[in-house]
């Protein structure tokens, strides 16, 4: 399993290594064995970020989404290494219609 992104061409796909996106927490391997754990843990890590929400605003689904991570006994994320993230033209965090937008990326 591998997580990147297409570099705007045709066989240009750009491998992230998960560990470093994860600052150790999560190796290939151990991506590849729980997606979910992954998954779960990386969206809250995220979450904040990505919807521009408050911890308060995103309590109902991180507990959720936490109360299955600790059943599933997964590796905690914390924080993630989002310069890793570079690799990808046109990645950019929410900023709304007036935030920084990165070179390529569509915003409407």
Do not use: H, R, W
């Not at 927490?25 to 779960?40: R, V």
């Not at 689904?61 to 936490?66: C, S």
């Not at 290494?81 to 570079?86: I, M, Q």
């Amino acid at each position: 399993m591998n997580i990147g992104c297409n570099q705007g061409a045709v066989n240009t796909y750009n491998s992230i290594d998960p560990a470093v996106l994860t600052n150790g927490a999560y190796t290939a391997a151990q991506l590849a064995a729980s997606p979910l754990c992954f998954s779960y843990e990386l969206a809250i890590a995220e979450l904040p970020g990505i919807t521009g929400l408050s911890a308060t605003q995103l309590a109902p689904l991180t507990t959720v989404l936490q109360s299955a991570t600790a059943s599933m006994n997964c590796a905690k994320i914390g924080s993630v290494n989002n310069t890793a993230l570079t690799a990808c033209p046109g990645f950019t965090f929410y900023g709304g219609p007036t935030g920084p937008v990165a070179p390529g990326a569509i915003q409407s």
